[in-house]
T-cell receptor, first 114, second 109 residues
Framework: ETGVTQTPRHLVMGMTNKKSLKCEQHLGHNAMYWYKQSAKKPLELMFV???????ENNSVPSRFSPECPNSSHLFLHLHTLQPEDSALYLC?????????????FGPGTRLLVL | GQNIDQPTEMTATEGAIVQINCTYQ??????LFWYQQHAGEAPTFLSY??LDGLEEKGRFSSFLSRSKGYSYLLLKELQMKDSASYLCAVSDSNYQLIWGAGTKLIIKP
């Protein structure tokens, strides 16, 4: 039980579609993260929100657009994706951004772009 | 650049001991994390080291040497449920986690 939920768990979309991934944390945390996990590659940090403010955007293409309406919810809006964007998208949360802050992960959304 | 290296895959026998190594080169160091990830599931926190030495937590222990840029995760009395990927991650100068690609651990009866 991680206290972080993600929907949908699986998503198949065409390159012209628009879809959104949702993450919700029930841990009372103030920081939330989006990661991309591709097979046999390290987790790639995409976006960080700390107290609802975006603090990091690690050169992510504009076809990925995050939204953080409050400290408990995080969205990732997707449009005109490419096949190479197929991956597992993980959401995580921590008390805040800091050195020893443990991140708690959701189960991820498995995305396939056709 | 920033780099985290760990073996891609390891195999061990049930009941035995296995050591998973991790070496790192990062811009700044604010601690090292180990996570466990079962296939199709979320990564879950195992340990955090920021000072040199060994931290023991039940069957799992984690070691850190900052001068050598080196850590290991030691798993004792291996059980079949320990079959998973083990991820090493370093918190850099901006408190971002830099991740290794993970070590897939296969436990055989």
């Amino acid at each position: 039980e991680t206290g972080v939920t993600q929907t949908p768990r699986h998503l198949v979309m065409g390159m012209t579609n628009k879809k959104s991934l949702k993450c919700e944390q029930h841990l009372g945390h103030n920081a939330m993260y989006w990661y991309k996990q591709s097979a046999k590659k390290p987790l790639e940090l995409m976006f960080v929100y700390n107290f609802k403010e975006q603090t990091e955007n690690n050169s992510v293409p504009s076809r990925f657009s995050p939204e953080c309406p409050n400290s408990s919810h995080l969205f990732l809006h997707l449009h005109t994706l490419q096949p190479e964007d197929s991956a597992l998208y993980l959401c995580a949360s921590s008390q805040e951004v800091g050195a020893s802050e443990t991140q708690y992960f959701g189960p991820g959304t498995r995305l396939l772009v056709l | 650049g920033q780099n985290i290296d760990q073996p891609t895959e390891m195999t061990a026998t049930e009941g035995a001991i296995v050591q998973i190594n991790c070496t790192y080169q990062t811009s700044g160091f604010n601690g090292l994390f180990w996570y466990q990830q079962h296939a199709g599931e979320a990564p879950t926190f195992l340990s955090y080291n920021v000072l040199d030495g060994l931290e023991e937590k039940g069957r799992f222990s984690s070691f850190l040497s900052r001068s050598k840029g080196y850590s290991y995760l030691l798993l004792k009395e291996l059980q079949m449920k320990d079959s998973a990927s083990y991820l090493c991650a370093v918190s850099d100068s901006n408190y971002q986690l830099i991740w290794g690609a993970g070590t897939k651990l296969i436990i055989k009866p």
